[in-house]
């Protein structure tokens, strides 16, 4: 089974924090993932990368950045964490594809910005 | 504005019932996928439907993709308390490159 885990299951953090979240997958996937879910809101993707050392943005990227130095490492920086960006963090994994590969989650980082 | 919506947001109903929520969208998909997420986990893959009218079946589950590939209906027959959860769809087309655009997903509560 694929296995995506995330490093924290609730994090805590104070305004102006620099905030690293992790996220390792075990299925040799090239494509991964970093979405934030909110409520009504669906997941939005905040960045992707398809490779190591590449990165793009998604359809949010302010106030991330990303860094994906293995390919089974992808890891999400707040650069400056403010209190909108309290929020579920979900990392996902897939193999690439034409028509789009499932996608495999994480179980979620739950992250509170004080 | 949502790319994909989904109807209802919320539904609770008694074990027994049977169910169908929707996912709709004004662009053509050439995929869609439906995801399950129970709570405190990460949202897992129910199927992947890619032809016009295609219908798949999932024990209890039934997944329709639309004849103009821009909506997608999933009918729950004899919902158990082991359906509760998010469900959300997930559109994929060639505009995305190998991403989806996810709907904001129904809450479906499924009562003892």
């Known amino acids: 089974d694929v296995k995506v885990t995330q490093s924290s299951r609730y994090l805590v953090k104070r305004t102006g924090e620099k905030v690293f979240l992790e996220c390792v997958q075990d299925?040799?996937?090239?494509?991964m993932f970093w979405y934030r879910q909110d409520p009504g809101l669906g997941l939005r993707l905040i960045y992707f990368?398809?490779?190591?050392?590449?990165?793009e943005k998604g359809d949010i990227p302010e106030g991330y950045s990303v860094s994906r130095e293995k390919k089974e490492r992808f890891s999400l920086i707040l650069e400056s964490a403010s209190t909108n960006q309290t929020s579920m963090y979900l990392c996902a994994s897939s193999f690439p594809g034409h028509w789009g590969q499932p996608q495999h989650f994480g179980d979620g980082t739950r992250l509170s910005i004080l | 504005t949502q790319l994909l919506e989904q109807s209802p947001q919320f539904l609770s109903i008694q074990e027994g019932e049977n169910l169908t929520v929707y996912c709709n969208s004004s662009?053509?998909?050439?995929?869609l996928q439906w995801y399950r997420q129970e709570p405190g986990e990460g949202p897992v893959l129910l199927v992947t439907v890619v032809t016009g009218g295609e219908v798949k079946k999932l024990k209890r589950l039934t997944f329709q993709f639309g004849d103009a590939r821009k909506d997608s209906s999933l009918h729950i027959t004899a919902a158990q308390t082991g359906d509760t959860g998010l469900y959300l769809c997930a559109g994929h087309s060639d505009n995305y490159g190998q991403n989806f655009v996810f709907g904001p997903g129904t809450r479906l509560s499924v009562l003892p």
């Open positions: 299925m040799d996937h090239e494509n």
């Open positions: 662009s053509v998909f050439s995929s």
């Open positions: 990368s398809y490779d190591v050392k590449m990165k």
